[in-house]
C-alpha cells in the first residue's frame, strides 16, 4: 500500500522515468518492488502496464542479502479507471493509488480529490498543482 511506504526507502531516488504521459491518468498505482539495478527499467510481472518507475543515485546500496535495490514502480491494473471509467474505481481509488501530479523523487505523493474520482481541490490549486477539470 501506498501509505505503508517509508520515506527513507526513498531517500536516494534521483529521477523518475515515464513511460506514459499522466496528463490524463487520475492517478498511478505505486509499490517498492526489489530489482536488479538501479537504473534500467525493471522487469514487470503484474496484470497491467507500467507507466513509471525510479532510478536511484549511484551511492544507493543493494540489499546485503540479495544483492538488490528496493525502487518506485508506477503501474496501472486493467480494471483501474484509465481503461474502465465506469468500472469499479470510477469513484474511490485502489489502496496504492496516489495522482501522480503530487509525485516527485523522494516523494511518495499522496491522494486527491482528482485521483479519488472527483474534481481538483483548491487545496491543490493553492499549491500551485493546477489540475484539469474531470
Do not use: C
Request: glycine share 6%; hydrophobic share 30%.
Amino acid at each position: 500500500m501506498s501509505a505503508l511506504i517509508d520515506p527513507k526507502d526513498l531517500a536516494h531516488e534521483e529521477e523518475l522515468v515515464w513511460l506514459e504521459n499522466t496528463e490524463d491518468l487520475d492517478y498511478v498505482r505505486q509499490t517498492l518492488d526489489r530489482v536488479s539495478s538501479r537504473r534500467r527499467q525493471p522487469p514487470y510481472h503484474r496484470d497491467g502496464r507500467l507507466v513509471g518507475y525510479a532510478t536511484l543515485t549511484r551511492d544507493a546500496k543493494p540489499s546485503r542479502a540479495s544483492g538488490t535495490w528496493l525502487r518506485r514502480v508506477f503501474w496501472l491494473a486493467p480494471h483501474d479507471r484509465d481503461q474502465d471509467p465506469d468500472g469499479l474505481y470510477a469513484t474511490g481509488a485502489p489502496s496504492e493509488a496516489v495522482d501522480p501530479r503530487t509525485l516527485k523523487p523522494t516523494i511518495k505523493g499522496y491522494k486527491t480529490e482528482r485521483s479519488e474520482g472527483g474534481p481538483a481541490s483548491d487545496a491543490m490549486r493553492e499549491m500551485g498543482i493546477e489540475l484539469p477539470k474531470v
